[in-house]
């Protein structure tokens, strides 16, 4: 059966556009999580999706947006970006709990 | 490809010797615990997970333990081959916390042929 799938691959935007990152889970799978991942900070919880409603939230700021569809797939926005926003963000599907977290490729967003 | 972590701890060891990675989690209310493998350019790869109910558990050349009382987490991979090079992360849900999971730092295996 066909993975996780994010898309774009990579991006490169500018300081203070936005950007709307995509992730269509596996056939099935109801919840989606996306998680930041740098050098610095290792691997960060972003949020949550369970059937089109936001489940949890992690420590970031508002710019920091998703949502998701009654397909299950989801989307993640970022306003305003900064150059610290540079990251690999990588989205994770499940059918309900936790096990079974599946990872997609991940995109790879480069703010110059 | 990209880079998974710049200045992560880094086991290197021998191909066919047994690895040991180790992780400390933080919360004590966790009660699944998972380790990922990370190879360049890909996302995290499931490889072992385990309740907070059980202390050991075995998969196909790799075990998992817990220790609850120091809050500690060890993967343990038998004859290990070169295409067991990556990141090792360990990962934590909190219970109550849904599918939220915290990542440990991350260890890079190194095998040497």
């Known amino acids: 059966k066909a993975g996780v799938t994010q898309t774009p691959r990579y991006l490169i935007k500018t300081r203070g556009q936005q950007v709307t990152l995509s992730c269509s889970p596996i056939?099935?799978?109801?919840?989606v999580s996306w998680y930041q991942q740098t050098p610095g900070q290792g691997l960060q919880f972003l949020f949550e999706?369970?059937?089109?409603?936001?489940?949890n939230k992690g420590n970031f700021p508002g710019r920091f947006s998703g949502r998701q569809f009654s397909n299950s797939r989801s989307e993640m926005n970022v306003s305003t970006l900064e150059l610290g926003d540079s990251a690999l963000y990588l989205c994770?599907?499940?059918?309900?709990?936790?096990?079974?977290?599946?990872f997609g490729s991940g995109t790879r967003l480069t703010v110059v | 490809g990209e880079s998974v972590g710049l200045h992560l701890p880094t086991l290197s060891v021998q191909e066919g010797d047994n690895s040991i990675i180790n992780c400390a989690y933080s919360?004590?209310?966790?009660?699944?615990f998972i380790w990922y493998k990370q190879e360049s350019g890909k996302g995290p790869q499931f490889i072992i997970d385990?309740?907070?109910?059980?202390d050991k558990r075995q998969g196909q050349r790799v075990t998992v333990l817990l220790n609850k009382t120091v809050k500690h987490l060890s993967l343990q991979i038998a004859a290990t081959q070169p295409g067991d090079s990556a990141v090792y992360f360990c990962?934590?849900?909190?219970?109550?916390?849904?599918?939220?999971?915290?990542f440990g730092a991350g260890t890079r295996l190194a095998v040497h042929p």
């Open positions: 994770a599907s499940s059918f309900e709990q936790v096990d079974g977290y599946t």
């Open positions: 056939s099935g799978h109801r919840s």
């Open positions: 999706y369970f059937s089109e409603t936001q489940r």
């Open positions: 385990i309740r907070s109910n059980m």
């Open positions: 919360n004590s209310a966790s009660d699944y």
């Open positions: 990962a934590e849900n909190p219970s109550g916390g849904y599918n939220k999971l915290i």
